[in-house]
């Protein structure tokens, strides 16, 4: 069983970047596809970027192209999600997930985070 767990939120002032990684407890890390998505109060989880086993293909939601980045290192089993360019917007809990295919449904992620809270102030 694949344990997620995520670091790096907190507050942060619109326009500013912030760096979440998430750390799993895995052997074969490289094998699973991973996923970020995030839910704001109130709102339905949401997918913002996965990445390839390899990493050689991502994919983004149109809300945060251009401005997140997704990036694995298999060798120390860790997804980072790059956030740059920030929005209140942004603000919401942030969720790594693992799975067998990049989709941007949550139905296709079967191994969660507890989450870590972004909050974009303006």
């Known amino acids: 069983q694949v344990q997620l767990v995520e670091f790096g939120g907190g507050l942060v002032q619109a326009g500013g970047s912030l760096r979440l990684p998430c750390a799993a407890s895995?052997?074969?890390?490289?094998?699973?596809?991973m996923g970020w998505f995030r839910q704001a109060p109130g709102k339905e989880r949401e997918f913002v970027a996965a990445?390839?086993?390899?990493?050689?293909?991502?994919s983004y939601a149109d809300s945060v192209k251009g401005r997140f980045t997704i990036a694995r290192d298999n060798a120390k089993n860790t997804v980072f999600l790059q956030m740059n360019s920030l929005k209140p917007e942004d603000t919401a809990v942030y969720y790594c997930a693992a799975g067998p295919t990049i989709s941007s449904s949550v139905l296709r992620y079967n191994i969660w985070g507890q989450g870590t809270q972004v909050t974009v102030s303006s």
């Open positions: 895995l052997r074969t890390f490289s094998s699973y596809v």
């Open positions: 990445i390839s086993w390899s990493g050689g293909a991502t």
